[in-house]
Nanobody
Framework: QVQLVESGGGSVQAGGSLRLSCASS????????MGWFRQAPGKEREGVAQ???????RYADSVKGRFTISRDNAKNLLYLEMNSLKPEDTAMYYC??????????????????WGQGTQVTVSS
């Protein structure tokens, strides 16, 4: 049973930074594809960043240059470093994983496992 648990959310002012973490357990050492998604109130969940097993990454246009996704396969940890945060980044952030996906695929349907989410609030 794969489990994902996010942490690191909080409240910051615009221009600030946060680092989200996702701890995975249950046969995840070879999880090919991992990603971060977010969902703001009244909006659909959207893909933010993806990283595959070899370290290649893809980002949504809205976060390019500000967010960095990384993973520590030995420790089963996934990270999202968020800089220059904007009020529009306010959302619940979710960690997701899949044993296989295509590079650049940020569709919800491509991911099989999900965490419960961690809230990020950015004030102006």
């Amino acid at each position: 049973q794969v489990q994902l648990v996010e942490s690191g959310g909080g409240s910051v002012q615009a221009g600030g930074s946060l680092r989200l973490s996702c701890a995975s357990s249950g046969h995840t050492y070879d999880m090919y594809c991992m990603g971060w998604f977010r969902q703001a109130p009244g909006k659909e969940r959207e893909g933010v960043a993806q990283i595959i097993l070899d370290g290649r990454t893809r980002y949504a246009d809205s976060v390019k240059g500000r967010f960095t996704i990384s993973r520590d396969n030995a420790k089963n940890l996934l990270y999202l470093e968020m800089n220059s945060l904007k009020p529009e980044d306010t959302a619940m952030y979710y960690c997701a994983a899949a044993f296989y996906c295509s590079l650049g695929d940020l569709r919800q349907s491509a991911y099989n496992y999900w965490g419960q989410g961690t809230q990020v609030t950015v004030s102006s």
